[in-house]
């Protein structure tokens, strides 16, 4: 049986080096133009170039987003741009746009077209059309339920069947939304959006002699656009059988610690779903872990049927159990200390935690002695990035994450 893909998103390169070290099987990313998270970092084409070469030494793939809805003025540069993706040997272009689509085949033919999840593939007749247009994988809708994705996957057995398994989800129809572009003049269907379904929001009455009366939805908030995040751990199975070849998680904007966070638990509940069958969901550890990172409410949206509870109404987002404390840049394998890079403060006396893809990952220590880089023990680490000398017996490499519980 081949081993589903964990595919994970990465918006630059340091992302994208934390995920392949975290377990991700892939990464997605986004280059300059033509992709829907055009405020994440994104990839130059020389990092799309170095990307691509650094993953394809280590076994693992790179796909790369061309995911927006083009105008004419796009078509031209598109054109360059498929061709180059073609010659850098991307193992395959997420694309939305049926013209964009149809321009790809016929300007760099070898390159594989990954159906975007913005396509809103809902029915297998959609994936036997695509089919016949010669793409190898579709990104289904999230709307659909498991046994709609097993229907699918049962008539069209020959393309591969991609699903998002974890993240923020769009209050819109498979995040084809227009609030960005009504409020702010983004679209978001050219990779600009704000994020409006997340504000807080109050109804004004015009001419009012109050000025505005404040919306209550119910007595927990006013954020009734604002989606819960999607969580699948607990279907990894039913998908799975369902013919699911990829589970992908959202968030190329996400910060480096969060990809560490969901990669490292998902890698790791899926190893032992191969390992123990559904018995994996005993193990309360994966979802445990998926709360020590910011995250809203979550929600298993569509995937057993109708769901008219997948809003999170109480906020934006919350903080998550731990806290990002430092990079390790040096294990101690050759001596009683490791480099680190500071991200927030700590202190002598705190007690951390690492995570890490070892046999390292949860053990705990007290933080006894750390030096900065001239040498000199100091008590407290409060200069953001500094680089420290940091005392532990517990193996440390290079890659690993040190947090704290807040």
């Avoid at 997420?94 to 029915?123: F, K």
């Avoid at 002699?209 to 119910?218: I, V």
């Amino acid at each position: 049986m081949k081993k589903i893909e964990l595919l994970s998103p990465a918006g630059d390169m340091n992302k994208l080096k934390t995920a392949l070290y975290f377990g991700a099987d892939a990464v997605y990313i986004g280059g300059k133009h033509f992709s829907l998270r055009a405020l994440a970092g994104n990839f130059t084409d020389e990092e799309i170039l170095e990307a691509v070469d650094f993953a394809h030494k280590l076994g693992k793939k790179v796909y790369v987003t061309v995911n927006i809805f083009g105008r004419n003025d796009d078509i031209e540069q598109a054109e360059k741009y498929f061709k180059f993706l073609e010659n850098a040997k991307v193992d395959g272009a997420i694309v939305s746009d049926t013209g964009l689509i149809y321009l790809a085949r016929t300007v760099a033919p070898t390159l594989s077209i990954n159906l975007s999840t913005q396509a809103n593939t809902l029915n297998y007749k959609t994936v036997e059309f695509w089919q016949k247009q010669g793409l190898k994988r579709v990104i289904l809708a999230r709307e659909l339920s498991l046994d709609e994705i097993k229907g699918i996957s049962e008539k069209v057995p020959e393309m591969e069947i991609e699903t998002f398994i974890h993240g923020a989800m769009c209050i819109s129809y498979s995040g084809r939304c227009l609030l960005s572009d009504y409020r702010t003049g983004r679209s978001s269907n050219r990779g600009e959006c704000v994020q409006a379904c997340r504000w807080h929001y109050e109804i004004r009455e015009k001419d009012s002699e109050c000025g505005f009366m404040e919306m209550q939805e119910d007595e927990r908030g006013t954020y009734i656009m604002n989606s819960k995040d999607l969580n699948l751990l607990d279907y990894i199975d039913g998908l799975a059988n369902a013919g699911v070849c990829s589970f992908k998680i959202e968030g190329r904007m996400k910060s480096e610690y969060y990809l560490a966070t969901v990669v490292n638990a998902y890698r790791r509940a899926i190893d032992a779903y191969y390992e123990q069958g559904e018995k994996y969901k005993e193990n309360a550890l994966y979802q445990t872990e998926l709360k020590k990172t910011a995250h809203r409410e979550f929600t298993t949206a569509y995937i057993t049927g109708f769901n008219d509870r997948t809003v999170n109404y109480d906020d934006s987002q919350s903080k998550g159990t731990h806290k990002f404390i430092a990079n390790v840049l040096e294990g101690n394998e050759t001596s009683d200390y490791a480099v680190i890079e500071q991200r927030n403060r700590f202190k002598v006396g705190d007690e951390l935690e690492i995570l890490s893809p070892t046999d390292s990952f949860n053990k705990t220590f007290i933080v006894k002695e750390m030096r900065n880089e001239k040498g000199e023990i100091i008590e407290d680490a409060k200069l953001v990035q500094q680089k420290l000398r940091l005392y532990t017996d517990i193996p440390l490499s290079a890659g690993d994450i040190l947090r704290i519980k807040m």
